[in-house]
């Protein structure tokens, strides 16, 4: 497994929208939305329910195509049409529901869709080598036997499961949609230190959360979507979480510069 | 917990305690039908003279085909989380387009067969395509194909309702054993390839540095296996015809290598390609695996595809078993008892849950009753009422070992 191993803080976003919008029908969901992302960085993407989040990450996965503005993607103009060509471009996403299958093993999952095959037999154990070597690398050392059914897991190793299938295929950038949603606290613990070390690795990170105090252990920096707009992205350092909640709530907070790019 | 206690060697204690917790977990899988199997095959020897000899245990083998060949089909749909109530008379379609073939129109019996499987196939396209891309229950399709195909059957077969089947190499199939020397060639090359795949696949991870089956566990495994597989050659070999002197029956049912290799070719397909992968994925999850990009309706529509086909293969044993197709061939109880069949093998209704030889284990299970009941001379009625309680008994455990399993 290999990381795009970009130096933290270079200059060039991995990924930029510029003044995306969508609508459905009379709907405007999306009103010139920019955002930038960078490798080896956690942005953090929160936002009051309907203020978007859903309807932007689904823009960056292809699996809704944006009325108008441009996409960024390592300095180069591309268009995403669908999900096969944001997975080409190394983009994927956990989603908040999982999906995962639960009567297969780790294993199985983490290939689904993309098994390794010798001619027309599946090479279950170079994947089950290659499952092995992407978990390890993320240090999770929580899962007793990666051969073992999902269902037996508990929530936050299912989200390792999901985050790591996520990593496995040289991906570039990770979309997280509330994947501490429905865990406890020790596992939110475990999963945000997996979320961590993705950025660590050089990969580039969107979170998508409600929680702020996840939000502000983990990012790097937080883009607050409002009525659709971009209220703001700033780094985590130059905010306080009561900002962050007027951004959320109010779209503008005074001391945050919303013109600025960070 | 870490991982590192995947390297300490585990021993055969270990091994055991994996499965007791995975038994109390709700993974039983066939556990349920060979303990069946063995309480049956005792309660019916202790009470019947004729169940325990050889000749009561070959024709208990030629009853059960048919129907575990359904069963093996219907594994498939089943594994999807469907149902195909129409496999039943799709068998019997099938076989009546093959003896049409070969007794009204002279075809010889290798052109026919794979032509009235290409039927089955697009019976099986057709209520697959029903149900995947116009989104209909498979209860509704199937249970509309199982009276089209019974009108079919009944028009094919016509004014007279019963053709003769006389083609000698379609009526070797349930009526002809191989020779008792071909009969040990036979369990020798399968023994051997059984040995020599199993080392292989421990050898192979072994040499990778992954966690191998423990070989001490195989070895009693499959001596288990081939001690008992042997046993049953050897009784199949000696002679049970009740006239030696006019006719010698000796040796395995033909039938048993056509289903030996149905068996292995469908578990190869099952659990070794990416196909099979793919339906206990879509069985498991569909949206998981729809939005892993796997092609959900096609994988749907091949399910029914191979469930129909093998349905009629199912349907040249009804003919040669029968030596001739009638307008009841595979309705009645067929459907009912594959259906039986491959969840009391521990194949779940539910879907995701299942394998291969489920189908011959239940099938197995069905025939007993029906064979040992016959035998003991119970009524036709009380035979289905017992299969039945036995089904539900089968699907009640399957329920309750996925509540289990959920609730973990």
């Known amino acids: 497994m290999k990381f795009s191993m970009k130096?933290?803080?270079?200059?060039?976003?991995?990924?930029?929208?510029?003044?995306?919008n969508k609508s459905f029908g009379p709907v405007h969901v999306l009103k010139n939305v920019d955002l930038d992302v960078y490798s080896g960085q956690v942005t953090a993407l929160?936002?009051?329910?309907?203020?978007?989040?859903?309807?932007?990450?689904?823009?960056?996965?292809?699996?809704?195509?944006?009325?108008?503005?441009?996409?960024?993607?390592?300095?180069?103009?591309v268009d995403i049409n669908g999900p096969r060509e944001a997975t080409a471009l190394g983009i994927e996403v956990v989603y908040q529901d999982l999906a995962l299958c639960d009567n297969l093993d780790i294993v199985h999952n983490m290939f689904l869709g993309r098994e390794v095959k010798k001619g027309y037999v599946l090479n279950e154990s170079h994947m089950e080598s290659l499952a092995r070597k992407t978990l390890d690398g993320l240090s999770v050392r929580t899962v007793k036997s990666i051969r073992q059914t999902v269902s037996s897991l508990s929530g936050g190793q299912r989200?390792?499961?999901?985050?790591?299938?996520?990593?496995?295929?040289?991906?570039?950038l990770v979309i997280l949609d509330e994947p501490t949603a429905a865990l406890g606290v020790a596992q939110t613990e475990q999963v945000l230190h997996l979320v961590r070390r993705l950025a660590d690795n050089g990969l580039a990170v969107i979170l998508i959360s409600h929680n702020l105090v996840d939000v502000f252990e983990v990012a790097d920096n937080i883009a607050a979507l409002y009525l659709g707009t971009m209220a703001a992205q700033v780094n985590k350092s130059e905010v306080s979480t009561n900002q962050v909640i007027e951004l959320i709530t109010t779209g503008k907070s005074a001391g945050v510069d919303q013109g600025a790019k960070i | 917990m870490s991982t590192?206690?995947?390297?300490?060697?585990?021993?055969?204690?270990?091994?055991?305690?994996?499965?007791?917790?995975?038994?109390?977990?709700?993974?039983?899988?066939?556990?349920?039908?060979?303990?069946g199997l063995i309480v049956l095959c005792g309660v019916f020897g202790s009470m019947s003279s004729v169940f325990l000899t050889n000749n009561n245990f070959a024709n208990l083998i030629t009853q059960a085909a048919a129907v575990t060949v359904i069963a093996m089909?219907?594994?498939?749909?089943?594994?999807?989380?469907?149902?195909?109530?129409?496999a039943g008379y799709a068998s019997g379609v099938c076989g009546a387009i093959l003896v049409i073939l070969i007794t009204k129109h002279g075809w010889a019996w290798f052109l026919a067969l794979p032509v009235s499987i290409i039927v089955g196939c697009i019976l099986g396209?057709?209520?697959?395509?029903?149900?995947?891309?116009?989104g209909i229950p498979s209860f509704v399709v199937t249970l509309a194909a199982f009276l089209g195909f019974q009108g079919l059957l009944l028009l094919l077969a016509g004014e007279g309702g019963t053709i003769q089947i006389t083609d000698p190499a379609i009526l070797a199939v349930e009526n002809?054993?191989?020779?008792?020397?071909?009969?040990?060639?036979?369990?020798?090359?399968?023994?051997?390839?059984?040995?020599?795949?199993?080392?292989?696949?421990?050898?192979?991870?072994?040499?990778i540095g992954l966690k191998a089956e423990l070989l001490k566990l195989w070895v009693l495994k499959t001596v288990g296996l081939l001690g008992i597989t042997g046993i049953a050659v050897f009784a199949l070999n000696r002679e049970r015809s009740n006239n030696p002197q006019l006719v010698s029956l000796r040796g395995i049912p033909v039938v048993v290598p056509v289903i030996l290799g149905l068996l292995v070719i469908g578990t190869f397909?099952?659990?070794?390609?990416?196909?099979?992968?793919?339906?206990?994925?879509?069985?498991?999850?569909?949206?998981?695996?729809?939005?892993?990009?796997i092609n959900v309706k096609q994988v749907r529509i091949a399910a029914f595809v191979i469930c129909s086909a093998l349905s009629a293969i199912a349907g040249m044993l009804f003919a040669s078993r029968q030596n001739s197709i009638s307008p009841t061939t595979g309705g009645s109880s067929t459907l009912l008892y594959a259906v039986g069949a491959a969840v009391i093998g521990g194949t779940s209704l539910f879907g995701g849950k299942g394998k291969m030889r489920d189908a011959i284990l239940g099938g197995l299970v069905v025939a007993v009753i029906d064979n040992g009941m016959g035998l003991l001379g119970y009524a036709a009625g009380i035979k289905y009422i017992v299969t039945g309680v036995v089904l539900l008994v089968s699907a009640g455990v399957d329920a309750i070992s996925r509540r289990g399993a959920s609730s973990n």
């Open chain 1, 159 to 172: 989200q390792t499961v999901a985050i790591a299938r996520a990593v496995l295929w040289n991906s570039k």
């Open chain 2, 4 to 35: 590192d206690t995947l390297e300490a060697g585990p021993s055969l204690k270990d091994a055991m305690g994996d499965y007791w917790s995975r038994i109390k977990s709700g993974d039983i899988g066939s556990l349920p039908a060979v303990l």
């Open chain 2, 269 to 293: 397909v099952l659990g070794r390609t990416a196909f099979g992968r793919h339906i206990y994925a879509v069985g498991g999850n569909a949206e998981a695996a729809r939005r892993a990009g």
């Open chain 2, 125 to 134: 396209f057709s209520i697959g395509t029903l149900v995947a891309r116009l």
């Open chain 1, 46 to 77: 929160v936002g009051d329910n309907g203020a978007g989040k859903s309807t932007l990450i689904k823009c960056v996965a292809g699996i809704y195509s944006p009325d108008s503005g441009d996409f960024l993607f390592e300095g180069n103009n």
């Open chain 2, 176 to 207: 002809n054993n191989l020779s008792p020397a071909i009969s040990w060639a036979f369990y020798l090359v399968v023994s051997i390839l059984y040995v020599l795949s199993g080392l292989n696949r421990i050898n192979s991870r072994r040499k």
């Open chain 2, 73 to 86: 089909g219907l594994v498939f749909v089943l594994l999807l989380g469907e149902i195909d109530l129409s």
């Open chain 1, 7 to 20: 130096e933290q803080g270079v200059s060039t976003p991995l990924l930029s929208l510029r003044g995306v």
